[in-house]
């Protein structure tokens, strides 16, 4: 089982959104109303901790489509270790939990 | 589409980023950015989120260099001048604590001492003139003048005037102070070493013991006097008017001040052609703990280390900002760690302030000059990112070709983070390459 890492509330919302299939900076910016100056950071250190892991779309989906490439985030097995543990944690996260929007995958 | 003015604000933020990484961060923030316009964001809002960039940025060069730090650099020299800059300092504190200052004479708000300053540093030398001493007495100037000093030994044994004690306003415990016509072999003993090695017999006075090799006649004892006893001193002897001095201290006239003191004395030595005397002489309260003028002293020395070892590092134009504030904050922990044991030694041992002063006064410096190249050398040649040493010397360039192709030596970073170029010739300069991400596959079994 991997270890659980203490998240401070911004960085278990951020996480919690993340799970919930918001993979961009920007939508976790929207879903959480956190700054870009938190959200980019935040996104940042988990990912340095193995709670997430980021990986580039491929250009050449990119380029099909006319858009530059985005970078897409998603929770590890670690992060959702210590996300069950900051929901019990943060009793409010549990109950924004349900209200969040499920995202389709992109 | 990205407006310009959200594209300007993150490219300037970029530079914040470290380069290794600042490509990709910047694609990452225009890709974003672009997204967000394209599904209708108004401009206020995108270069809202693009001010944010700067957090970002920032938070990734600091990380970046503190993970680096961590890994490296902490462990090694400067985990050690910190480890022996706390140590001096638990050294100082311990020696204050069992040296403190207690000075019990009741004439202490007019008592002063001599003190001849040094131009250098603020430094304070305690030897004065003899003929300055003569002409202050002469003049009247002072009420009293006394003279003393340190004659070394175990137990410590200090040479004053006859009239010291009297200056000070120290009354002996038992038996009587010196007088003029007492004879060189008359001893005050310190009521410390009193109680410990007569275990306070009062029946010791008026007879003879062996102090220090030497037989004394005790003639009283007086109490714990600590600004003389700075160097714990536990007997007194008188000294001879022919004798050589290396200090005094003053009794002010009633109603004067120490500057007005100090006004006359170096008015009078003008007067009588003691010119650069005069322009030397200080009188310092008694009161004032002696150590305050080390602490000047040694933040003085390890500032102008500071300063030499930064513009010498400058000079060479190596490193950022972090590479300079490390080398000073390395040439400061050593450079006052070392000028921290030193001044706890000159409190703790006897008789070295005395005649050895000047002596250990240079070798401090030149101890200081030396280990402050030793850690600029050591400074020397490491990664301007993660401050490891560089590492695998190869020589490239021509000798044939000093022009075009200098010859140099080019040294890698462990981790890939750059190389060094160091050049063999007067006519080029040390360079620094830094090696992109790409790199870093063939460093990786070094970082593991």
Redesign the interface.
Same mark, same amino acid.
């Given at each position: 089982v991997p270890p659980v890492t203490s998240l401070s509330y911004a960085s278990a919302s951020i996480l919690l959104t993340i799970s919930s299939g918001y993979r /961009? @900076?920007?939508d976790v910016?929207d879903i959480t109303g956190l #700054?870009? @100056?938190?959200? /980019? #950071?935040a996104l !940042? !250190?988990l990912e340095?901790s193995g709670l997430v892991s980021s990986k580039w779309e491929k250009e050449s989906v990119a380029l099909k489509d006319q !858009? #530059?490439? !985005?970078?897409y985030y998603a929770i590890t097995r670690a992060g959702e270790v210590s996300l069950d543990a900051a929901v019990q944690r943060y009793p409010l996260l549990e109950r924004l939990l349900p209200s969040l929007p499920r995202k389709p995958k992109a | 589409m990205v407006p310009r003015s959200c594209q300007f604000v993150v490219a300037a933020a970029a530079w914040i980023a470290p380069r290794a990484k600042r490509a990709d961060w910047k694609r990452e923030w225009l890709a974003e950015l672009w997204h967000r316009a394209e599904s209708g964001a108004p401009v206020e809002d995108l270069l809202r989120c693009a001010w944010g960039s700067f957090r970002d940025a920032a938070w990734l060069r600091a990380n970046e260099r503190a993970r680096n730090l961590e890994d490296s650099f902490f462990h090694k020299p400067l985990r050690l001048e910190l480890t022996l800059f706390l140590l001096a300092g638990l050294f100082c504190a311990i020696s204050g604590a069992f040296n403190p200052s207690r000075l019990p004479y009741p004439n202490m708000p007019r008592l002063a001492r001599f003190q001849r300053g040094i131009p250098f540093l603020g430094a304070l030398e305690p030897i004065v003139d003899a003929k300055l001493i003569s002409l202050v007495k002469r003049e009247r100037i002072l009420q009293d003048v006394a003279t003393y000093r340190f004659a070394g030994g175990v137990p410590p044994v200090a040479r004053v005037g006859w009239n010291f004690f009297d200056a000070a306003g120290a009354k002996p415990v038992l038996g009587r102070g010196f007088r003029e016509d007492d004879p060189e072999d008359a001893a005050l003993l310190g009521q410390a070493y009193w109680r410990t090695r007569f275990h306070s017999d009062p029946s010791v006075i008026g007879r003879k013991a062996d102090i220090a090799g030497r037989a004394y006649t005790i003639v009283g004892v007086v109490p714990d006097a600590s600004w003389l006893s700075v160097p714990r001193t536990c007997v007194f002897t008188p000294i001879s008017p022919l004798m050589k001095f290396s200090g005094a201290i003053a009794l002010l006239r009633p109603g004067s001040t120490i500057a007005s003191a100090q006004r006359d004395i170096r008015r009078v030595a003008r007067q009588h052609e003691l010119r650069w005397m005069a322009d030397a002489v200080e009188l310092v309260p008694l009161w004032e703990d002696p150590r305050k003028r080390d602490l000047e002293f040694i933040f003085g020395v390890a500032l102008a280390g500071v300063v030499f070892g930064l513009a010498f590092s400058l000079a060479r134009r190596m490193g950022g900002m972090l590479y300079h504030s490390l080398l000073a904050a390395r040439l400061f922990l050593v450079l006052a760690a070392l000028g921290g044991y030193r001044a706890a030694v000159l409190h703790l041992l006897p008789g070295i302030r005395d005649p050895l002063w000047l002596f250990h006064f240079w070798v401090f410096l030149l101890l200081c000059c030396a280990t402050g190249c030793l850690v600029a050398r050591d400074h020397d040649r490491r990664c301007l990112v993660c401050f490891r040493r560089m590492r695998m010397p190869a020589p490239i360039g021509l000798w044939s070709s000093c022009i075009f192709d200098q010859p140099t030596t080019e040294y890698m970073c462990p981790l890939g983070h750059g190389a060094l170029c160091v050049a063999e010739t007067e006519n080029a300069e040390d360079y620094w390459i830094d090696l992109d991400e790409s790199w870093r596959e063939l460093f990786a079994h070094s970082e593991a």
């Open positions: /961009y @900076g920007f910016m #700054p870009s @100056g938190t959200v /980019y #950071p !940042r !250190r340095q !858009r #530059p490439a !985005r970078k | -």
